[in-house]
């Protein structure tokens, strides 16, 4: 099966970038027809989505986050990266990455990594 593992700083400063990334094995993420999805739950809150990079490179970005948001891809090394600029304490969350398939019913078959803590702080 599918692992993904994140990996990144886990304390970052006001106003730097935060940047995390997500290592795969068991599946290209150059396979049709895969969505590779970051997701973050902030503290006693809910899932919080923030968009996602497709098999063919193609990137999408919830608005309201997509004016700081940059989700980019190492074929090579079989990883995608999020990075978000700018950051505020706001952004402290446990931070997801996910493999993501939509069937023909649209239901959403979705493989997580196990999350890492992010904390913007000074």
């Known amino acids: 099966q599918v692992q993904l593992q994140e990996s990144g700083p886990g304390l970052v400063k006001p106003s730097q970038t935060l940047s995390h990334t997500c290592t795969v094995s068991e599946s290209s993420i150059t396979r049709n027809y895969y969505y590779w999805s970051w997701i973050r739950q902030p503290p006693g809150k809910g899932l919080d989505w923030i968009g996602y990079?497709?098999?063919?490179?193609?990137?999408y970005y919830t608005p309201s986050l997509e004016s700081r948001t940059s989700i980019s891809r190492d074929t090579a090394k079989n990883q995608f990266t999020v990075q978000l600029s700018s950051a505020v304490p706001e952004d402290t969350a446990v931070y997801y990455c996910a493999r993501v398939y939509f069937d023909y019913q649209r239901r959403g078959q979705i493989y997580w990594g196990q999350g890492s803590q992010v904390t913007v702080s000074s």
């Open positions: 990079i497709t098999y063919n490179g193609s990137t």
